[in-house]
């Protein structure tokens, strides 16, 4: 599972409420993504990272912001919550540019009321 | 943009039967075809992949093929068991970077 953690695994919240998800990586995996998944749309692509301080947006960035100051560390943050974004949210690695591989972790599940 | 299909969104088989499951793609710069295996609860895993320079892959039960020239893919399970049962995801690489992935099929092994 090259070593992928999230935190929180849950969370519920309040339409409004900023929110901060976080993906730590212990394999010094260049590539860092953030999806979510909901119920016939399988995973979506929000941000991705591709080093520190490199990031590029995905098909369903509205509403989502990313931040990456070190390697292990990649930052989902939504900065005023909606219903809508109620979801399972995946953190995934890869390698580097010529790896094909993409690890998973755990994912968080956020509720927004 | 970048798209993937994938069918069907459900199937069930009896144990012990193969179980297929297809994908399209749009981009025929496509190089790089991952199946991945999400059962309730967990994160999804990859279970075999393949690359456009290859036709067919094997790993024990499980077997992609790739049509370059149609663009789909499949995957392919043989004497399912109880433990197959899950949710699968095929996966197109658009360049080096991101994955595109289809909507996903609900495999149900039937005992």
């Known amino acids: 599972d090259a070593g992928i953690t999230q935190s929180p695994r849950h969370k519920v919240t309040e339409t409004g409420t900023p929110v901060t998800l976080r993906c730590h990586q212990t394999?010094?995996?260049?590539?860092m993504y953030w999806y979510r998944q909901d119920p016939g749309h399988g995973l979506r692509l929000i941000h991705y990272s591709y080093g520190v301080k490199d990031t590029d947006k995905g098909e369903v960035s509205d509403g989502y912001s990313v931040s990456r100051s070190k390697t292990e560390d990649f930052l989902l943050t939504l900065e005023s919550a909606t219903s809508s974004q109620t979801s399972v949210y995946f953190c995934a690695t890869k390698l580097a540019v010529s790896a094909d591989t993409q690890y998973f972790g755990p994912g968080t599940r956020l509720t927004v009321l | 943009g970048e798209n993937v299909e994938q069918h069907p969104s459900t199937l069930s088989v009896q144990e012990g039967d193969s179980a297929v499951i297809k994908c399209t793609y749009s981009?025929?710069?496509?190089?790089?075809f991952p199946w991945y295996k999400q059962e309730l609860g967990k994160r999804p895993q990859l279970i075999i992949d393949i690359r456009s320079n290859v036709g067919e892959k094997k790993d024990q039960r499980i077997a992609v093929t790739l049509n370059k020239t149609a663009k789909h893919f499949s995957l392919h399970i043989t004497e399912t068991q109880p433990e197959d049962s899950a949710v699968y995801f095929c996966a197109a690489h658009f360049g080096n970077e991101k994955l595109t992935f289809g909507t996903g099929t609900r495999l149900t092994i039937i005992p």
């Open positions: 981009d025929s710069a496509s190089n790089y």
């Open positions: 394999e010094n995996h260049r590539y």
